[in-house]
């Protein structure tokens, strides 16, 4: 069964910084590009970086440009979001998912507050 | 970036009716690259549709998708109640960023 299980969330001030994790697990992890998506409370979905199978290619909304950084380590089969200057706008929950574009498999998502 | 329209925002049918579902973008869509998901209160998004058409692995044949260009459409041919939800199109063209629109809730 494919699961993937983000961590890491929570509530950081403005301008403060936090890392999100994804385990996956139950598919070939580096045999896939994977994504970040985003939902702010009440809101719609957006998307917010991916990732080549090896890491080489990496692409992110434009508002998150600079700020975000999207890792992947494929011997631990784990996905990572680093986040820096954080701002009120970036709190939501943060999906990991698998594919390039179109996800075919999400996380639960993890809840990401920026406030002081 | 393209961004994408959805119609009507809320959609309030009963079990057995038809849902007809719009999307509009504000340019043509490359390479029939357009999908639709559903999401359910407290749940993540689940992936229906691809490729316009395309059903995703589990997704029984009463959704299909449809349209080219910049007009889209998912159609659910007999609601089951289940099918009550929030479906947001999404378009992912030949680069980032791979936008969404706003959502249609299907409600009672």
């Known amino acids: 069964e494919v699961q993937l299980v983000e961590s890491g969330g929570g509530l950081v001030q403005p301008g403060g910084s936090l890392r999100l994790s994804c385990a996956a697990s139950g598919f070939t992890f580096s045999n896939y590009w994977m994504s970040w998506v985003r939902q702010a409370p009440g809101k719609g979905l957006e998307w917010v970086a991916n990732?080549?199978?090896?890491?080489?290619?990496?692409s992110y909304v434009d508002s998150v440009k600079g700020r975000f950084t999207i890792s992947r380590d494929n011997a631990k089969n784990s996905l990572s979001l680093q986040m820096n200057s954080l701002r009120a706008e970036d709190s939501a929950v943060y999906y990991c998912?698998?594919?390039?574009?179109?996800?075919?498999?999400w996380g639960q998502g993890t809840l990401v507050t920026v406030s002081s | 970036e393209i961004v994408l329209t959805q119609s009507p925002g809320t959609l309030s049918l009963s079990p057995g009716e038809r849902a007809t579902l719009s999307c509009r973008a504000s340019?043509?869509?490359?390479?029939?690259?357009f999908a639709w998901y559903q999401q359910k209160p407290g749940q993540a998004p689940r992936l229906l549709m691809y490729d316009i058409s395309t059903r995703a692995t589990g997704i029984p044949d009463r959704f299909s998708g449809s349209g080219s260009g910049t007009d889209f459409t998912l159609t659910i041919s007999r609601l089951e109640p289940e099918d009550f939800a929030v479906y947001y199109c999404q378009q992912y063209g030949t680069s980032p960023p791979f936008t969404f629109g706003p959502g249609t809730k299907v409600d009672i």
């Open positions: 998912a698998r594919g390039h574009s179109a996800p075919d498999c």
């Open positions: 340019q043509s869509i490359s390479s029939n690259f």
């Open positions: 990732i080549k199978e090896d890491g080489s290619e990496k």
